[in-house]
């Protein structure tokens, strides 16, 4: 009786490889992705290896350990760098957004009010915006980057317009005013005469209802105070103006020659 037999280890041979994870932030890999021509001198019966499945989480370098085994037994192992790549960008999504002035003729945002439901394999690290913060100047559409980052580094970006409104009437204060007719019989009066202080958030205009005043206007006069924004808001009060006429005539004389009557 002859008995043969093969106590020859199969020569295992690696080879690193490089795997890039899928859109659900998966990858996988068999045996023959890391063997690199393993022999035996017989036949080799099977290989394996120690890790096949990769995630978000083993991304970067991972050592994996091929076993080759031949038909009598025997086996051999070797190990490979198996490293796992992050390649997808984030998906970036926008959506258009109106804000509104406050008193002071600010507003301010942040990432969480462009984003539309951004999304990435692996996981957001950070949403960033190009523009944060917007004053009476950006009244308007305003193009706004949303830029999306992901924990690998990789990076999106989308634009949203953001429509800044101001809907703050103006605050109109009025306070009296007295004038006096000139030499001629009239008197004019601007804005200022009859504004108390009026205000807005942001840059406004004012008008009166009435400038000039003549003789008949003596007494007291209700002028309306309009003042209106740059978004065309309108706030009004009402002045008093007190106008008199304190010039006294002026008398001229001439003289004369009369005749008695027939009684004297």
Request: net charge negative; glycine share 6%; with cysteine.
């Amino acid at each position: 009786s002859v008995f043969v037999y093969d106590t020859t280890a199969p020569m295992a041979m690696c080879q690193d490889i490089t795997i890039n994870l899928n859109a659900i932030g998966e990858a996988s890999i068999t045996a023959a992705d890391i063997n690199n021509g393993s022999t035996d001198n017989c036949s080799i019966d099977s290989m394996n290896a120690s890790m096949t499945e990769f995630t978000c989480a083993d991304t970067g370098a991972n050592t994996v350990t091929l076993t080759v085994i031949d038909p009598s037994g025997n086996t051999s192992t070797c190990t490979s760098t198996v490293t796992v790549v992050d390649a997808m960008a984030p998906n970036a999504i926008c959506q258009d957004i109106i804000v509104y002035l406050d008193s002071t003729g600010n507003v301010s945002i942040d990432s969480s009010d462009v984003d539309n439901g951004s999304s990435d394999n692996c996981g957001i690290l950070t949403m960033t915006l190009s523009t944060s913060t917007f004053n009476c100047t950006n009244i308007g559409g305003n193009t706004v980057t949303l830029t999306v980052t992901d924990v690998n580094g990789n990076v999106s970006t989308c634009t949203s317009t953001v429509t800044v409104v101001d809907n703050i009437n103006p605050t109109a204060v009025c306070k009296n005013d007295t004038v006096y007719l000139d030499a001629s019989g009239s008197v004019s009066i601007t804005t200022t005469n009859v504004d108390g202080g009026s205000s807005d958030n942001c840059s406004f205009t004012m008008a009166i209802s009435q400038s000039t005043f003549g003789c008949t206007d003596t007494g007291v006069n209700y002028v309306t105070l309009s003042v209106t924004d740059s978004s065309g808001n309108l706030s009004t009060c009402v002045a008093s103006v007190f106008v008199y006429d304190t010039t006294a005539p002026m008398a001229m004389c001439q003289d004369i020659t009369i005749n008695l009557n027939a009684i004297g």
